[in-house]
């Protein structure tokens, strides 16, 4: 089955300093992964695709399939960036259900 | 023009009571979810319906009933509200097609039972 695992549930960095939200994943197959943004009493926001290998925001996460991990990285925070963010994962052959991982909230202290 | 819109934003109701909660997306989209966030914030699916018809359903109280009059609207029914079910539900549509592009997710509504 699969599983999203972030193992940091509060993150506490101060503005400036790099920031990095951990993301390992459990499935056999060759899976989306998606980076999601909650700012606070918001919704849910796509914030990055592995598949598109885009920076957003100053963000970027690589897949790496050896480890299981999808790691988000920004080499400076800023104090707008604090918000809940979710990696999530779709099975290739699942029809289009989407798990998502427990959460982690960042906090860019000023 | 919200893509993806739900109402209410906000509901409380004393346990035992029905209610419902309604969500519209007008992005053409052929996939509907319900998500549960709880306390927590943790992240759940609830159903998914994909043109009308439910792909999705996973382990939920049988007082949780979703249903799909079309395509752009897949509305949620609760029965015999319990204090448990206090949490927000999101309301996300996709369409399968393009589904690397990922959800796109409506503003919420935050249920409070007491």
């Known amino acids: 089955a699969q599983r999203v695992t972030q193992p940091e549930k509060l993150l506490s960095v101060f503005k400036g300093a790099p920031v990095e939200l951990k993301c390992n994943y459990s499935y056999s197959g060759s899976p989306e992964l998606f980076w999601y943004v909650q700012y606070s009493r918001q919704r849910l926001q796509l914030l990055l695709r592995h598949i598109s290998r885009e920076s957003i925001k100053g963000f970027t996460a690589d897949l790496n399939k050896g480890e299981t991990s999808f790691h988000l990285k920004k080499p400076f925070a800023q104090e707008e960036d604090s918000a809940m963010y979710y990696c999530?994962?779709?099975?290739?052959?699942?029809?289009?259900?989407?798990?998502f991982g427990p959460g982690t909230s960042l906090s860019v202290i000023p | 023009d919200t893509a993806v819109s739900q109402t209410p934003k906000y509901l409380v109701t004393q346990m035992g009571n029905d209610k419902s909660i309604k969500c519209e997306q007008n992005l053409g989209h052929d996939t509907m979810y319900w998500y549960k966030q709880d306390s927590k914030k943790f992240l759940k699916i609830m159903f998914s319906y994909n043109n009308k018809e439910l792909i999705i359903n996973e382990t939920v109280p049988n007082r949780f009933s979703p249903k799909s009059p079309d395509k752009a609207h897949l509305n949620l029914h609760i029965n015999s509200l319990e204090l448990g079910d206090s949490a927000v539900y999101f309301c996300?549509?996709?369409?399968?097609?393009?589904?690397?592009?990922?959800?796109?997710f409506g503003s919420g509504t935050r249920l409070t039972v007491v």
């Open positions: 999530a994962l779709k099975a290739e052959t699942s029809y289009d259900k989407v798990i």
């Open positions: 996300a549509s996709s369409t399968p097609s393009r589904a690397s592009y990922g959800y796109t």
